[in-house]
């Protein structure tokens, strides 16, 4: 194998020895090859692998240390998230749902613990990690006693009891206990609950399991991967690594790689859209994070509407974004009908766009005189697990709504911009071609669809 050509990102690799003028070489160290994102046939366990990046002939005169392994969730052109700590020696990553079981917490010590002073005069401990989950479930929540254990020493001179808990909220991470009086049946008669006489030196200890890393398999969510280098340079004694931007992205979705014609047909797509479509500004909606400090209430699990932290969303931020991106022109009619609280403005915009930045629900985008628009409805068109287009539907925003309060400053890149097969290689298979050889003049030049229209025969 010629390792002096880059990723063909699934198609024919059409740079032929003869395409003297490719002046643009890999950055050093190269990264594997063959990368491959598989399931392991268990629920939150995805599976990386790759070729030995030691074995190349270019990084014969380094020092390879080992890979890094990289994560976006919903789009291949990031934010990338690095998985591992330290260089990964092996060719075999695992990221899967990892479970933290945490053993004997002290909420008192915390002020985690509500000592029957709320108006129902309950006993609820707070756990310093939330949600909680059920062991071995890949994040399902707590909601039975027994996925919890409670120890409570009454007062200093006690010994530690385990006793059942009463109630378990694992989203809130609350843990009830038992605060009344209930039947003992091996002594036939009621017995006082036992609880921590505080004023007396009294402990109370919980055990309980929460989630550090959730690989969410149950929502249609990409995860996509990118697989660097790291080695030591003998000549200056820096670490250097692969350059993420020439490492392509894999996805455990796309089950079978985009052939030529697939890839074809996706950038024919993307110069429809340039001729006729569109330019706006996506923003993606957070489903996890950090929640909102200035709204979120633990207590209901619910954000204030009109938040300007979060937008009402409950994360910090509300969206990701803005993103540069294309859609197809409407296709629908606008209406103005009267209803019972004033004009109201039916405008269902059935459109369509690229592969990625992949959509959900709820996700808004903005065109450039500032309207907005929620998305909804999102069908991804495409086939042996690979998006080809995303159709949707959007529906205008009220002025009020807090959404035209999220604030736009720039964009990222989304887009993807055009590829000269002559100079340089394809950053994604959505790059539309630009056939154009600087040292032919254009008069003499034969233009084409792809890079071998020249070679075609009349």
């Not at 039975?144 to 120890?151: D, F, G, K, L």
Request: glycine residues 6%.
């Amino acid at each position: 194998m010629n390792h002096n050509f880059r990723y063909n990102y699934g198609k024919p690799d059409m740079r032929l020895p003869y395409r003297w003028n490719d002046d643009t070489p890999f950055s050093l160290p190269l990264a594997p090859k063959n990368v491959e994102v598989t399931s392991p046939y268990l629920i939150g366990v995805i599976d990386v692998r790759w070729d030995s990046s030691s074995n190349y002939t270019e990084n014969d005169n380094l020092i390879v240390l080992g890979v890094n392994v990289y994560r976006s969730f919903d789009s291949p052109e990031g934010p990338y998230t690095k998985l591992n700590t330290s260089p990964v020696a092996t060719l075999f990553y695992r990221d899967e749902t990892t479970e933290v079981s945490v053993v004997d917490e002290d909420p008192i010590a915390g002020g985690r613990l509500i000592a029957g002073t709320n108006a129902t005069g309950d006993w609820i401990a707070r756990t310093f990690n939330r949600p909680l989950i059920a062991p071995g479930t890949n994040g399902e929540l707590a909601d039975n006693r027994t996925h919890v254990t409670v120890r409570i020493k009454p007062t200093s001179s006690d010994s530690f009891q385990t006793v059942p808990a009463f109630k378990v909220i694992g989203d809130t991470g609350e843990i009830y206990l038992i605060k009344d009086r209930i039947y003992d049946h091996t002594n036939n008669r009621l017995v006082d609950p036992v609880l921590p006489d505080l004023s007396r030196g009294g402990e109370l200890l919980i055990s309980y399991t929460y989630l550090n890393n959730h690989i969410q398999t149950d929502i249609y969510r990409k995860a996509y991967y990118k697989v660097t280098t790291e080695a030591i340079d003998p000549n200056t004694g820096n670490n250097i690594e692969t350059p993420l931007n020439e490492v392509e992205a894999i996805s455990l979705y796309d089950m079978e790689k985009i052939d030529w014609v697939w890839a074809e047909a996706i950038r024919r797509n993307r110069w429809l859209l340039e001729q006729a479509g569109e330019r706006v500004k996506l923003f993606i909606r957070k489903w996890a994070g950090t929640r909102c400090e200035s709204c979120w209430d633990e207590e209901y699990q619910q954000s204030r509407e009109f938040c300007p932290v979060c937008f009402g969303t409950g994360y910090t931020g509300g969206y990701e974004g803005p993103y540069d991106t294309i859609i197809a022109p409407p296709e629908t009619e606008k209406t103005v009908e009267l209803t019972d609280i004033g004009l109201h403005v039916n405008y269902d915009w059935n459109t369509w766009t690229g592969p990625y930045p992949l959509l959900t629900d709820r996700d808004f985008l903005v065109r450039q005189n500032n309207q907005r628009f929620s998305i909804a409805r999102v069908n991804p068109q495409g086939s042996r697990g690979s998006i080809y287009q995303q159709h949707f539907n959007l529906a205008p925003l009220d002025q009020k709504d807090i959404r035209y309060a999220v604030p736009i400053s720039g964009g990222t890149l989304v887009t993807p911009e055009a590829w000269n097969a002559y100079r340089k290689s394809k950053p994604t298979d959505a790059s539309p071609v630009i056939t154009n050889k600087p040292e032919i003049p254009d008069e003499y030049e034969l233009r084409g669809r792809t890079v071998t229209f020249e070679n075609i025969c009349y």
